[in-house]
Every structure is written in structure tokens, then in C-alpha cells.
């Protein structure tokens, strides 16, 4: 299949947070189309099991591949773990990018010290992530922190409430003042960083990896010849029936959190 430089980047996440991702793309890239889908219907993915996961992520893709996008991002950390393998064999002839947790750049800039990894149960169980781990296992020690109920809230649009901090202040506490590092590995996660700096202390550094997704996916359509110098374009679309998440995600873009 031919695919245009001037067909849509399609990014896609199992809700609002993928946003996070969305926006440093068009940072790197504003230059470029971009359709952005989010399946809030079925939101949270990360306390579903790993087959509906990838079924879920599947079916978004094909309808996503049918309208004939030049590149798919993954803008999911348990979408990416449970379904890029697929998705990349289903399509082979196109630029598959799913993101990851941010764990070579904490084991880069703190080696031999202690580092924090959230994410969602779905994300920390999976094989992918225990490869990901075990490869930087003998730089720094790494602590897995499931944050279950997050999601939700950035999904209500409550990222910044004190439900978030009475949420994440039993999970984080032990953590204060104690790693050089915490990976927010749920793309939902970087729009609550705020009270996450504030429970782990403002020395620790916070990771995510939306910087090198968006850096990845224009390495590969530079590669391919697909980088496209046009005027810019966004679609925003949502499995949910209602509009509010459409707003919400173009309230997230527009944030700087």
C-alpha cells in the first residue's frame, strides 16, 4: 500500500491520557495531520485482562488502518504491552510506534540508583515490561508502583483534585525523598505530575515516554519519506457517546501539566 505525506499520523489510547503523547508529537511535528482516538467507552485498560486488551486494541486499529493513516502511535503503555507484537505482524508495511516506559532514560542519567516505576497492574505483569525491566536491572534498582484509580480520574477530568492526592498519597509516601527518579509509565499519568512531584519529592525527577515516542515516529517517517510540511491539522475523536471527552482532551492539550 502507498501511503501520501500528507495522510493523518493516527494516535491512539484507551482515553484522554494518550493527550500526553499527542502533544509533544505536534511539538516535534506541528507541521503534520494528526487523528486522535481515544476509546473512553471501555477506559481503563489497565485493570482489564490482557486479552481484552489486545482485542480492544486491534479493533481500533483496523478501523484506524481503514482510513488509510501513514503511521499508527501507540499512545498506551498497556495497549503497547499487549498488543504491538500483533499489530506490527497484521501490518507490516506500516510505521507501528508504541511507547514505553521511560526506564533507559532513568537507567542512563541514575546509574546504580533507586527508581520508581508507575504504571497500571496490566502494564507491570506483562512479559514485555519484565524484559524491559531485566534489562536494566543491573543499573539501577527499580521499584514497580501500581497506581489502580488513576486512570479514572484523569479520565473524569480530575488529574489535579484532591482525589488524586488522597488516591496517591498511600502509594507514594514511602517513596518521599527517597528516589532519584519516578517513570510514569501510563500515558494518563504526566497530567497528574504535579501532586506526584509533590508526594515524591521535588527532587526526584519525573520520566515519561511521550518526548521519545514523538522523536521515534519522526525518525521513521523521515526514514520512509513521509514527513510532511503542510499547514497542520487535528481530528479528535472518542469512543465515548459523549462530546465532554473531546473537550476534555482539547482542555489536556492545552494544559501544561
Request: include cysteine; charge should be negative.
Amino acid at each position: 500500500m502507498m501511503f501520501e505525506k500528507s495522510d493523518y499520523i493516527a494516535v491512539f489510547d484507551s482515553g484522554v491520557g494518550g493527550v500526553s503523547v499527542l502533544r509533544e508529537l505536534i511539538k516535534l511535528m506541528p507541521q503534520e495531520k494528526y487523528l486522535y482516538f481515544g476509546d473512553s467507552a471501555n477506559a481503563p485498560y489497565g485493570t482489564r485482562p490482557t486479552s481484552e486488551v489486545r482485542d480492544l486494541t486491534l479493533a481500533a486499529a483496523e478501523k484506524l488502518m481503514a482510513r488509510g493513516c501513514k503511521a499508527l502511535v501507540v499512545a498506551c503503555n498497556t495497549a503497547t504491552a499487549a498488543a504491538i507484537k500483533d499489530l506490527r505482524e497484521i501490518y507490516p508495511d506500516k510505521i507501528i510506534i508504541g511507547i514505553e516506559p521511560a526506564l533507559k532514560v532513568a537507567a542512563d542519567h541514575f546509574p546504580g540508583r533507586e527508581v520508581g516505576v508507575m504504571a497500571t497492574p496490566v502494564t507491570l505483569r506483562e512479559e514485555k515490561f519484565d524484559i524491559l525491566l531485566h534489562r536494566f536491572s543491573d543499573s539501577c534498582t527499580v521499584y514497580k508502583i501500581p497506581a489502580p484509580g488513576l486512570v479514572e480520574l484523569v479520565e473524569h477530568g480530575k488529574a489535579e483534585s484532591a482525589e488524586t492526592e488522597a488516591l496517591l498519597a498511600p502509594l507514594l509516601s514511602p517513596y518521599k525523598d527517597r528516589l532519584s527518579a519516578v517513570v510514569l509509565g501510563c500515558t494518563h499519568y504526566p497530567f497528574a505530575a504535579r501532586i506526584i512531584q509533590q508526594l515524591v519529592g521535588r527532587n526526584t525527577a519525573l520520566l515519561d515516554g511521550g518526548p521519545g515516542t514523538a522523536r521515534q515516529t519522526r525518525r521513521r517517517l523521515q526514514a520512509e519519506g513521509l514527513l510532511w510540511n503542510g499547514p497542520g491539522e487535528l481530528l479528535i475523536e472518542n469512543s465515548s457517546s459523549s462530546e465532554e471527552m473531546v473537550v476534555l482532551c482539547r482542555k489536556l492539550l492545552a494544559s501544561d501539566a
